[in-house]
């Protein structure tokens, strides 16, 4: 599998890279790409690596599975590709931005721009096939990129982590609050933000302030 990622990453993950669970998942992986169809493309598994190393992660943004629409995945979390519609939840997300900090709706939902500041948009799997949510789920995903929270909340200092409904929290319990800022607020697919504790949660500006407040820049959300 052709893939790509920051060579700051390679080293801090290659002792995860040599364990037998990831041997069995990479194996899982490639056997479900090559029997049928899966999203991401192959190439763009570890793109969250890729587009934000180790060493510029600011802010981290926590997902649960890819996209599994046609040539929606693009490997980082809540993002699609240029031209592609953006779901439900993406575009809540951008109404909060416009509500918090009024910015105009962007008309790309490719968040690389994002990526490309420090953001780390990690789903907890990286892999799912065509048309079946949580497919990739339990087969070693969410021990590899418990590895990467791990790694991230003992080696760095004040990052902003964004956990957004109860998986994302659950998965985010083994953040140190007291050294890094977490913000906490219901999902933003329409399913619970429309009933209230996604609109309003104003995480954009409070990541900014954070952020402005060590001395580094803001993100351009």
Same mark, same amino acid.
């Given at each position: 599998?052709?893939?790509?990622?920051?060579?700051?990453?390679?080293?801090?993950?290659?002792?995860?890279?040599?364990?037998?669970?990831? @041997?069995?998942?990479?194996?899982?992986?490639?056997?479900?790409?090559?029997?049928?169809?899966?999203? !991401? +493309?192959?190439?763009?598994?570890?793109?969250?690596?890729?587009?934000?190393?180790?060493?510029?992660?600011?802010?981290?943004?926590?997902?649960?599975?890819?996209?599994? /629409?046609?040539?929606?995945?693009? $490997?980082?979390?809540?993002?699609?590709?240029?031209?592609?519609?953006? +779901? !439900?939840?993406?575009?809540?997300?951008?109404?909060?931005?416009?509500?918090?900090? /009024?910015?105009?709706? +962007?008309?790309?939902?490719?968040?690389?721009?994002?990526?490309?500041?420090?953001?780390?948009?990690?789903?907890?799997?990286?892999?799912?096939?065509?048309?079946?949510?949580?497919? @990739?789920? /339990?087969?070693?995903?969410?021990?590899?990129?418990?590895?990467?929270?791990?790694?991230?909340?003992?080696?760095?200092? $004040?990052?902003?982590?964004?956990?957004?409904?109860?998986?994302?929290?659950?998965?985010?319990?083994?953040?140190?609050?007291?050294?890094?800022?977490?913000?906490?607020?219901? @999902?933003?697919?329409?399913?619970?933000?429309?009933?209230?504790?996604?609109?309003?949660?104003? @995480?954009?500006?409070?990541?900014?302030?954070?952020?402005?407040?060590? /001395?580094?820049?803001?993100?351009?959300?």
């Amino acid at each position: 599998m052709d893939v790509k990622i920051a060579e700051s990453w390679k080293d801090r993950l290659k002792d995860e890279f040599q364990k037998e669970y990831f @041997h069995n998942l990479i194996e899982f992986v490639r056997n479900e790409y090559k029997n049928g169809v899966c999203y !991401p +493309p192959g190439r763009l598994i570890f793109n969250a690596f890729d587009k934000c190393s180790f060493e510029d992660t600011r802010v981290v943004i926590l997902g649960q599975d890819p996209y599994h /629409g046609a040539g929606q995945a693009n $490997g980082l979390c809540f993002s699609v590709n240029d031209g592609v519609p953006s +779901p !439900p939840s993406l575009n809540n997300i951008f109404k909060e931005i416009q509500d918090d900090l /009024g910015k105009p709706i +962007p008309k790309s939902g490719n968040l690389e721009r994002w990526a490309k500041q420090g953001v780390l948009l990690l789903n907890a799997t990286l892999t799912v096939r065509a048309g079946a949510a949580g497919s @990739h789920q /339990g087969k070693g995903w969410e021990q590899f990129t418990d590895a990467v929270i791990r790694c991230l909340n003992d080696e760095k200092d $004040g990052i902003v982590f964004l956990l957004w409904g109860k998986y994302a929290q659950d998965k985010g319990k083994i953040i140190d609050d007291k050294k890094h800022f977490v913000l906490r607020a219901k @999902h933003p697919s329409p399913m619970s933000a429309n009933y209230g504790g996604w609109f309003g949660n104003k @995480h954009f500006s409070q990541a900014n302030n954070y952020l402005k407040s060590r /001395g580094l820049e803001v993100i351009e959300w």
